[in-house]
């Protein structure tokens, strides 16, 4: 699905990523009403009904994140960012790669690396696992280069300096049935606490999200047959 037009306009404003990443106040028009901007939904289909949705809030004070699955009206909450109790250490690096890529099979104005990667990778959490020199490029790829005159503008070093968690006991395990959860060994010890509600136990959607990944497989599998 294509972005939102008011968003795939604001992309290039170096207002809006200030206000998207709680680094600025929101660039809503002022123009003194007293209602409030709508959300902005984004879907990032990956195949066979499943999409990765973001749920952004109008005066950009939370970014939800959800999981669609065919045949189902309500969306799986699966993290949110906000500046009171924020959740957003959902995703691994190689599972966003992965979703973004299956995005760009289905929808070639969603270029990889970009839109998908720029808007969600705030809701990865990177461990020791991940190679950081190599994710670098491919974030500072996704956000483009700054606006001329850009105040603030979103970097692969800004990103990482709150997805690592490489040095704060963060770890992503993988249990018997082949599901990813993050956990932390020793929260009081580091800077940097872990918020997600994807820990071991938890009642995250494992089975949901196992399949959501398997359509993203075999959607970019396909389109690399196809070739």
């Known amino acids: ?58 005066c950009f004070d939370m970014v939800d994140l959800g999981l669609r699955v065919p045949g189902e009206s309500e969306l799986l909450e699966i993290g949110w960012d906000d500046q009171a109790h924020w959740h957003p250490d959902s995703l691994r690096w190689a599972e966003l790669d992965l979703i973004a890529r299956a995005a760009a099979v289905l929808d070639p104005t969603l270029a990889h690396p970009g839109a998908v990667l720029a808007l969600t990778g705030r809701f990865v959490v990177l ?71 994807r820990r071991p136990g938890s009642k995250f959607p494992f089975a949901a999200w196992r399949a959501l990944l398997a359509a993203a497989e075999s959607t970019v599998a396909q389109a690399g047959a196809d070739r």
């Not at 809503?28 to 973001?54: R, T």
């Not at 190599?134 to 790829?141: E, L, R, T």
């Open 1 to 58: 699905m294509p972005l939102p037009s008011d968003l795939q306009s604001r992309l290039d404003d170096p207002a809006f990523w200030g206000a998207y990443f709680f680094e600025a106040d929101d660039d809503a028009d002022d123009s003194g009403e007293d209602d409030e901007p709508g959300p902005i939904i984004v879907e990032f289909e990956v195949g066979g009904g499943y999409a990765l949705v973001l749920d952004i809030d109008g």
């Open 127 to 197: 461990d020791a696992h991940d190679d950081v020199e190599a994710i670098g490029p491919v974030m500072d790829a996704a956000f483009g280069p700054p606006a001329p005159g850009a105040a603030w503008w979103p970097t692969a070093d800004r990103w990482l300096s709150k997805a690592d968690g490489r040095r704060d006991g963060i770890v992503w395990q993988r249990d018997e049935n082949g599901d990813w959860a993050v956990d932390q060994a020793d929260s009081a010890a580091t800077g940097r606490d872990l918020h997600s509600v």
